[in-house]
């Protein structure tokens, strides 16, 4: 499985492998990273397309409350409409022309200082907006220390694992310190920590049982540890279904011991009556000899 097209694929060889990964349990975890590997968009001045939806020409067309970008693009888009004859174009006989200065006074360099700004400062909004719900996220988390969950590995890393908590959509960090008696070594190709004794290793995708060890709400930070078993370090595709079959096991067997220690008890009961029933026939025979 590989990303087609070389140093520049295209839109297809994404589809492609998106196509490819559809049926696989970390199918998400494919996605984000594929997301991850394109470049961020920008507001500029050329018209080069939208990589994603294939299209040749595009451009911003939402509320112009919203983002500023959009409230010059409607600017243009009216400065056009109302100057540019065309017989695409429908206009009521009212309407008027409007100059340039009045409508869209911008030239090129200065609509090129725009996009970089409006970049940076989506940039900044968006990073606003991660940092609370990264706090939120923590905040909900809190109740929650001590717990296990459930999870995917969504990012390796040389200082340790993120899992994605299932259900709830919550990442945390397993750090490398946290994993098992081990110097783990960090495979960026594989994406992949690998312990050197244990051969133990962890890759992206994987599935964990974990533990909320620690939350930071200052720091906005989860802290987990890989649940353990027998002093080992907990495997992955290791669901709750298969614990609750253990657990019904121990069941059964205990409820299978307890009638023998029953019968025995119940055995016991029957040879004291026996011995009962004995020391009467002794005693009746003596009282029949006392009679005689």
């Known amino acids: 499985m590989y990303l087609g097209g ?8 994404y589809s492609q492998l998106l196509r490819a ?17 394109m470049m961020q968009a920008v507001y500029q001045t050329d018209n080069i397309g939208h990589f994603g939806l294939g299209f040749p020409a595009y451009t911003h067309f939402t509320s112009p409350i919203r983002r500023y970008p959009d409230l010059l693009v409607h600017r243009a888009i009216r400065y056009l409409i109302r100057n540019k004859p065309g ?30 700004h409006c970049s940076a400062a989506e ?5 606003a907006s991660y940092s609370v719900i990264d706090w939120l996220k923590c905040e909900y988390m809190l109740a929650h220390v001590g717990d296990g969950f459930l ?32 110097y783990y070594h960090f495979d960026p190709a594989r994406h992949c920590l690998e312990g050197e004794r244990s051969k133990q290793a962890y890759r992206l995708g994987d599935r ?27 495997k992955a ?24 220690v029953i019968k025995s008890k119940l055995r016991g009961n029957k040879g004291s ?16 000899r006392r009679r005689r």
Not at 87 to 114: N, V
Not at 273 to 288: A, I, M
Request: charged share 40%; aromatic share 6%.
């Open 6 to 13: 070389g140093e520049k694929p295209s839109p297809w060889d």
């Open 21 to 37: 990964v559809a049926s696989r349990p970390d199918r998400h975890v494919l996605q984000t990273m594929l997301i991850r590997s």
């Open 87 to 116: 017989a695409h174009l429908q206009k009521k006989p009212e309407a008027r022309k409007l100059s340039k200065k009045t409508i869209y006074p911008y030239g090129g360099a200065e609509m090129d200082r725009f996009g970089v």
């Open 123 to 127: 940039r900044r909004a968006d990073a």
């Open 151 to 182: 999870g995917t590995i969504t990012s390796v890393t040389s200082f340790g694992l993120f899992v994605e908590l299932d259900d709830i959509y919550i990442e945390g960090l397993v750090h490398v310190s946290e994993l098992s008696n081990d």
């Open 208 to 234: 964990l049982e974990v533990k909320v060890v620690r939350v930071d709400l200052e720091e906005k930070k989860i802290d987990l540890q890989v649940k353990k078993s027998r002093g080992k370090n907990f």
């Open 237 to 260: 595709n290791k669901s709750k279904k298969g614990n609750v079959k253990v657990k019904k096991k121990l069941k059964d067997k205990k409820s299978k011991s307890k009638p023998k």
């Open 273 to 288: 009556s026996d011995k009962k029933k004995k020391v009467k026939r002794k005693v009746s025979g003596r009282e029949n």
